[in-house]
């Protein structure tokens, strides 16, 4: 048995069983994590799921030197991509983002080091029993958006950081009755 959000096609269950939830510490995968998750705000995850290959081959794989570095050339051939969302905010966001996070690699180490920074390096395992007790923002979310927004990070609210935590296993939030549950 798994999360019943998860039960939508093959493609949220591969998701659900092998990636959603579990510790990641890889930057170039937090990175690819955080631009998936701002670019699914106001659509379904199932959608960005089914664009991932797309994204991740017009994104350079999500390096983030490679996406840092992007142009006004660049760009437009992004909004001219029908294979991934072309929303002109949210690319920006993505471009605007990997310079930040430089900066933050040079601060911290590590992307990684930041993120994981917020959780004292620990994962929150959450014991819930119904997806309805499932929260789309915490205080941590909240504050961690706030931080980053104040970085001046774009498109990064509480319940897009909070699914991304949820996604690089900062919480491990599977139901309690889900066989990945750890």
């Given at each position: ?57 017009a994104f350079d794989n999500f390096e983030i030197q490679k996406v840092a570095q992007y142009n006004e050339d ?69 504050e961690i958006s706030r931080k980053m927004k104040k970085r001046g990070f774009k498109f990064i609210g509480s319940t897009t950081v909070y699914a991304f935590m949820q996604a690089v296993g900062m919480v ?11």
């Amino acid at each position: 048995m798994r999360c019943e959000w998860a039960n939508g096609s093959v493609l949220e269950q591969e998701y659900h069983d092998h990636e959603w939830g579990k510790e990641t510490h890889n930057d170039q995968q937090l990175f690819e994590m955080l631009v998936l998750e701002s670019m699914q705000s106001g659509l379904s995850w199932s959608t960005i799921l089914n664009k991932r290959e797309n994204f991740r081959q017009a994104f350079d794989n999500f390096e983030i030197q490679k996406v840092a570095q992007y142009n006004e050339d660049k760009f437009v051939e992004l909004m001219n991509n029908a294979g991934i969302v072309r929303h002109s905010l949210k690319i920006k966001a993505a471009i605007h983002n990997a310079q930040l996070i430089l900066a933050i690699q040079e601060e911290y180490g590590s992307l990684d080091a930041y993120f994981w920074e917020f959780t004292q390096h620990k994962v929150k395992n959450n014991p819930w029993k119904t997806m309805g007790e499932v929260p789309a923002t915490t205080e941590l979310s909240d504050e961690i958006s706030r931080k980053m927004k104040k970085r001046g990070f774009k498109f990064i609210g509480s319940t897009t950081v909070y699914a991304f935590m949820q996604a690089v296993g900062m919480v491990n939030d599977h139901l309690i009755t889900c066989e990945f549950k750890k």
